[in-house]
C-alpha cells in the first residue's frame, strides 16, 4: 500500500521569510511518481511539478524549490522569499509507475499562511 | 488549457434525497478520478475510470456511484445523501500515459442536511 505523509498540519511564517513544505512517502514500487500541488483559497488544485523515481536531481523553479532524497523517502518543498500570495493548502501526492491507469494518493496537506 | 468542468459549486439537499454530481473535460483523457476532500484528511479516493463504461473502487467507495456514459463525462451519485457526506468534492482526468498529473475541476461543496 502506498502512503502520503505531511506532518504539519499549518505553517504562518512572515513575508520574505523561506519555508520547507515536508513529505514523506511510502511505497513498494521501485518505478512511482511524485506530485505537488497548490489549492489557493479559490478551491482550484494547481499542478507544480512532477518527478519519477529515477531522477534524484532538485529543481528550483524561481522561488520555489523541491529536494527529493529517495534514501528518506521525502520530497520537500521550499518556498523562497515567501509572498502573502504563496499562502495556499499545499499537497503532496505519490502514483505507481506501472500503468496509467492509476490514481494518485495524496497527503493530508499543509496550509501555508503568510501574513504580510 | 485542459478544461474540468463540475456543473455545481454549491450544492444543497436533504438527508436521503438522491444526488448527482456532474463532471465534463475537454481533452479527451481516458482517466477521470472523483476525490473527496475533508480538512485534515485531505484527498480521498472514491472512484476512478479509466474508460467509458469502466469504473474501479477507490478508498471510501461506500455509499457512493458512478457513471461514465460518454468519455468526456463521469457522474457520482450518492444515491440516498446523508450528513456524512457532506463534503467537497473534487472531479479530476489525466490521460494514461505514465506519471501524467491530474487536472483538477474547481470543486463541488455539498451540504446535506
Known amino acids: 500500500a502506498q502512503k502520503v505523509t505531511q506532518a504539519q498540519t499549518e505553517i504562518s511564517v512572515v513575508e520574505k521569510e523561506d519555508v520547507t513544505l515536508d513529505c514523506v512517502y511510502e511505497?513498494?514500487?521501485?518505478?512511482?511518481?511524485l506530485f505537488w500541488y497548490k489549492q489557493p483559497p479559490s478551491g482550484e488544485l494547481v499542478f507544480l511539478i512532477r518527478?519519477?523515481?529515477?531522477?534524484?536531481q532538485n529543481e528550483i523553479s524561481g522561488r520555489y524549490s523541491w529536494n527529493f532524497q529517495k534514501s528518506t523517502s521525502s520530497f520537500n518543498f521550499t518556498i523562497t522569499a515567501s509572498q502573502v500570495v504563496d499562502s495556499a493548502v499545499y499537497f503532496c501526492?505519490?502514483?505507481?509507475?506501472?500503468?496509467?491507469?492509476?490514481?494518485?494518493?495524496f497527503g493530508s496537506g499543509t496550509r501555508l499562511q503568510v501574513q504580510p | 488549457d485542459v478544461k474540468v468542468t463540475q456543473s455545481s459549486r454549491y450544492l444543497v439537499k436533504r438527508t436521503g434525497e438522491k444526488v448527482f454530481l456532474e463532471c465534463v473535460q475537454d481533452?479527451?483523457?481516458?482517466?477521470m478520478f472523483w476525490y473527496r476532500q475533508d480538512p485534515g484528511l485531505g484527498l480521498r479516493l472514491i472512484y476512478f475510470?479509466?474508460?467509458?463504461?469502466?469504473?474501479e473502487k477507490g478508498d471510501i467507495p461506500e455509499g457512493y456511484s458512478v457513471s461514465r456514459e460518454k468519455k468526456e463525462r463521469f457522474s457520482l451519485i450518492l444515491e440516498s445523501a446523508s450528513t456524512n457526506q457532506t463534503s467537497m468534492y473534487l472531479c479530476?482526468?489525466?490521460?494514461?500515459?505514465?506519471?501524467?498529473?491530474?487536472?483538477f475541476g474547481n470543486g463541488t461543496r455539498l451540504t446535506v442536511t
Open positions: 501526492a505519490l502514483n505507481r509507475g506501472d500503468t496509467g491507469r492509476r490514481a494518485l494518493t
Open positions: 511505497t513498494r514500487d521501485t518505478t512511482y511518481y
Open positions: 479530476a482526468s489525466s490521460p494514461q500515459t505514465l506519471g501524467s498529473p491530474l487536472h
Open positions: 475510470s479509466y474508460d467509458v463504461k469502466m469504473k
Open positions: 518527478r519519477n523515481s529515477f531522477d534524484e
Open positions: 481533452m479527451d483523457h481516458e482517466n
